[in-house]
């Protein structure tokens, strides 16, 4: 049977000298993504020595993925710091000197293309024929436009209205057919040609949001999430090199990986042993054990859970003993996560013109479309765009597509070289160049079918709230519950933070208030004894 250290009970550390225990209070923390990783990093720089990861995959970093191609780095993952001033991650990378060699073209201050560099976006129809620059530059400003529009709901409090079905899709593309049709300076055709530009603006819109369509993600809610001031950044060797800094000064023997969890058993002391009557809970032992996979129990004072939201969904009936409150499971029920995958083309020689920085498929047969949701056979017309990798010098001619969605998922069912040949064709079809090779390699991501995974971030569906990332996020038992031990179950990930969901800097800070939340209960238990925590 696979077994981890656990660190033994000692009797002369400070953070136990006022407690009766005479032990260092024990924690287990779930999962070494951005998340655990810097709440362990916190609590062992405030003296908590028995401290235990459990990392179900065999490796850490979470939903961050480097990997090596040749002299390069390719993002699997993370592949952003989402701006500069106040972002945790953005200090740990200039800090550390992780930014030196970032060009130009990989700092980003646009939003809507999902790599935004030098050169210009090539608008591609399923015909074969270019969009004009200066059509398409009308129509991104018309369409920036409207999405300012969408952040006013929650931003100013302004009410929806029914008809938009508080959706951010419903509303933007209600708003942009009566903005495009209403236009006298353009044709019919031209009309209909913006209108396809549409569905493909969203297709784009739905992968950075990692929902299935923008149709899914609540208006009244879309102006909540926060953008951090200043450039996004990549970080050429690599986001890894983020996850390597957490980790560096937490012994190896503390992180066990290939260590899945079966079950936590919280509330166990009171369920499982007569309690004995006037006497602090926390005297009594220890209140959860941590059942593994592999059958062994790990006992603990306090639990950190940073699996994903996606893990949430599918596992937490089983998770958690006793079963999570209603609110909670309810909060879990209605947030959103879905699945955004790349899908890297490797060519000899490019095949694009020097200043094209992404070709973007324009299919002009959905301009009325409703739904862009396909059958299992058409997954390939949810890949919105190939963006062009540079510098060259680093990347080779290197083209990264995006996809999102149950179609995604259908990709991730197909083998490489089915992937490879649809993109082929695709790429054949929509720059009407017949003579475009097979790359010499493809590799993608597949984060909808990792079991300890099962999505890429989340995002805040229709019916869902801000108010649901915070019931997420509190710690069980919940304060009303006086006889209990308090914060035995703990939550972070960036699904539990309110503003910041769905990034890198949100599941960091995530796992810092947690071992905060942890390290001041444990200071309010001692009074003046333990130094306060560098924050």
């Known amino acids: 049977m696979q077994s981890c250290e656990i660190s033994s009970d000692s009797t002369d550390d400070p953070l136990s000298s006022g407690l009766r225990t005479h032990r260092q209070p024990r924690i287990v923390v779930i ?7 810097a709440a362990t990093k916190i609590l062992l720089e405030n003296g908590f020595t028995d401290v ?9 970093g979470g939903r961050v993925h480097s990997v090596q191609h ?10 952003w710091i989402h701006g500069a001033n106040g972002n945790p991650v953005y200090h740990m990378a200039e800090d550390n000197g992780l930014l030196e060699h970032t060009t130009d073209g990989e700092r980003s201050v646009g939003r809507i293309s999902l790599y935004t560099k030098n050169g210009v976006a090539h608008y591609q129809t399923n015909v074969g024929k270019r969009i004009p620059k200066d059509m398409v530059e009308e129509f991104s400003d018309l369409y920036n436009e409207v999405y300012e529009l969408t952040q006013e709901f929650f931003q100013n409090g302004k009410p929806v209205c029914a008809e938009s079905q508080n959706s951010v899709g419903v ?7 009566k903005r495009v049709m209403m236009d006298p300076d353009d044709s019919e055709s031209t009309k209909k040609l913006k209108l396809s530009m549409l569905q493909q603006y969203l297709k784009v819109e739905s992968c950075e949001s990692s929902s299935p369509s923008m149709d899914e993600v609540s208006l009244s809610e879309f102006g909540e999430w926060t953008e951090i001031p200043g450039a996004h950044y990549v970080i050429p060797e690599g986001f890894m090199k983020i996850v390597e800094l957490l980790a560096q000064d937490i012994p190896s023997s503390t992180i066990c990986l290939s260590k899945p969890l079966r079950c936590i058993h919280w509330n166990y002391s009171a369920q499982h042993r007569e309690v004995i009557p006037h006497r602090d809970p926390l005297i009594l032992g220890h209140p959860i054990c941590v059942e593994c996979e592999d059958e062994e129990w790990i006992t ?3 639990v950190i859970v940073t699996a994903s939201l996606g893990v949430l969904k599918q596992n937490h009936e089983a998770m958690f003993s006793p079963s999570l409150p209603e609110d909670k499971v309810l909060a879990i029920e209605k947030l959103g996560i879905s699945t955004t995958n790349k899908i890297f083309l490797e060519f000899e020689e490019p095949f694009w013109s020097p200043e094209c920085n992404s070709i973007q498929f324009v299919w002009e047969d959905e301009a009325q479309l409703e739904q862009l949701a396909y059958p299992e056979e058409l997954w390939y017309k949810k890949i919105c765009s190939f ?3 540079y510098p060259p010098e680093r990347y080779g001619y290197m083209l990264s597509g995006w996809i999102c969605g149950q179609e995604a998922l259908y990709m991730e069912r197909c083998d490489d070289e089915t992937v490879a040949e649809t993109c082929t064709d695709l790429l054949r079809r929509f720059t009407g160049n017949p003579d475009i090779p097979k790359p010499r390699r493809v590799l993608r991501s597949s984060w909808g079918s990792n079991p300890y995974i099962r999505g890429s971030y989340s995002f805040t569906r229709v019916g869902s709230s801000g108010g649901d990332c915070e019931r997420l996020a509190m710690p069980l038992p919940y304060a009303n519950s006086t006889k209990a031990p308090p914060l ?6 960036e699904a539990t933070h309110r503003k910041y969901y769905s990034t890198t800097h949100g599941a960091l800070l995530s796992g810092q208030r947690e071992a905060t939340r942890l390290i001041e ?10 130094t306060k925590p560098n924050m």
């Not at 999962?31 to 990783?37: I, P, S, T």
């Not at 235990?52 to 850490?60: G, R």
């Not at 040749?70 to 592949?79: D, M, R, V």
């Open 31 to 37: 999962g070494a993504g951005l998340a655990g990783l």
């Open 52 to 60: 235990t990861v459990l990392e179900a995959s065999d490796h850490i």
């Open 70 to 79: 040749g002299k390069t780095t390719l993002e699997l993952g993370a592949t």
């Open 171 to 177: 509303f933007t593309r209600d708003v942009m057919r």
């Open 300 to 302: 603990a004072d306090h």
């Open 387 to 389: 963006d062009v990798l």
């Open 488 to 493: 035995q179950v703990l939550f972070a990930g």
């Open 521 to 530: 209960m444990y200071q309010d238990l001692h009074g003046a004894e333990t």
